[in-house]
């Protein structure tokens, strides 16, 4: 088993792989999204950023701005968490273009909308889970996903409890959707328990 | 004039009339408000996890309720204040996902209560639980606490 003791210390080259992951899931995602959509999904390049998880809320637009989080589960071989967060814009077009309506505020969003946000999440997330699990043979099962339409900082309680007791910096993957002239945006937190990455790198020997 | 004095996540801060006291979207995590009526001087801390035990090597005290709210009130007793005198008021301990279990929001209420019992610092307002993230504002003028949330509007305690 390599030797990892926390997140700081990872080599470029297992930072190249965990990249790698998420551009061959976010390629993945970003189809079936368009797919869905109807139009073109536009992927950034994937950043893998080590930071502490109280900063994350600032690189979002502030612990106040209003989105939606769709929290997926993963367990089996690899315990951790993806998490979704759609800004207001992005959250309208998928409900508008899936359910057919016309909403335009977080308070119109009722259980139906709901339900179908968290199965686009069920979706993005099975994207990731197979590329991960394509490149290293483990074998991963994913939670049912929950969700919440609320400030981004008291969304982002949830993982920074959960990794709290570890230490104060996190790994997370963060891939940007666009679509539209509009630019709509959501972003992609992975996060793997520092034991489930020391795993898929000794698969792959890196 | 008075400034907005922003409390982080794992941190505590101390003011005085005219100033207030913020600290933005609690989820599981909890924010406690401690005041010395007499002496009108506040504290708002704000705690993301109950146990310090269960980080080794972790000195931040601010982050756990055990170690944060001691601390909390032996910096204003060195300001002058006197926990005899202190009132508490706390908000946040949120479920924000409801499939997830043991809610470490409630854990979190939990503990600060146990904390502020141990303190003999009685607790005269709360808002807490539930499944959404609350902004806090502490005013020393009048011990208000503000609570504001995206979906359940805003309550004064």
């Known amino acids: 088993m390599i030797h990892l003791e926390n997140y700081e210390n990872l080599s470029e080259t297992q930072k190249d792989v965990l990249r790698e992951i998420g551009n061959i899931g976010g390629g993945n995602a970003a189809t079936a999204l368009s797919s869905i959509l109807t139009g073109r999904v536009n992927m950034s390049l994937p950043q893998l950023h080590i930071i502490n998880v109280n900063e994350i809320a600032e690189l979002l637009g502030g612990p106040e701005k209003e989105i939606v989080g769709i929290l997926v589960t993963m367990t089996g071989d690899i315990q951790g968490m993806l998490l979704f967060l759609l800004d207001k814009a992005f959250t309208h077009m998928l409900i508008n273009v899936l359910l057919g309506k016309s909403i335009d505020s977080f308070e119109n969003i009722n259980d139906m909308d709901l339900s179908a946000l968290k199965e686009i999440g069920n979706i993005l997330a099975g994207s990731y889970i197979n590329a991960i699990s394509t490149l290293t043979g483990l074998r991963i099962k994913l939670f049912p996903p929950d969700i919440a339409v609320d400030m981004v900082g008291a969304i982002l309680n949830y993982p920074a409890a959960q990794f709290g007791a570890m230490g104060d910096k996190v790994l997370y993957i963060e891939e940007n959707f666009s679509s539209g002239q509009d630019c709509v945006k959501s972003h992609l937190l992975i996060m793997p328990e520092l034991d489930s990455l020391k795993i898929m790198f000794d698969r792959l020997g890196v | ?157």
């Open chain 2, 1 to 157: 004039m008075s400034n907005l004095i922003v409390v982080g996540i794992s941190d505590f801060k101390i003011a005085r009339v005219p100033d207030i006291l913020v600290t933005y979207a609690l989820g599981s995590c909890v924010g406690t408000c401690l005041y010395d009526t007499s002496l009108k001087l506040a504290g708002l801390s704000h705690i993301l996890l109950p146990e310090s035990s269960i980080c080794k090597n972790d000195n931040n005290v601010m982050k756990y309720a055990d170690t944060a709210i001691v601390e909390l009130v032996r910096l204003m007793e060195r300001n002058g204040a006197s926990r005899y005198r202190m009132i508490a008021k706390i908000a946040g301990g949120a479920n924000m996902f409801a499939s997830t279990g043991t809610s470490v929001g409630e854990r979190n209420v939990i503990a600060v209560k146990n904390e502020l019992n141990k303190l003999g610092i009685r607790i005269v307002a709360e808002d807490t639980g539930k499944n959404y993230g609350r902004t806090v504002e502490f005013n020393p003028e009048d011990g208000s606490m503000l609570v504001k949330s995206v979906l359940h509007g805003i309550r004064v305690l």
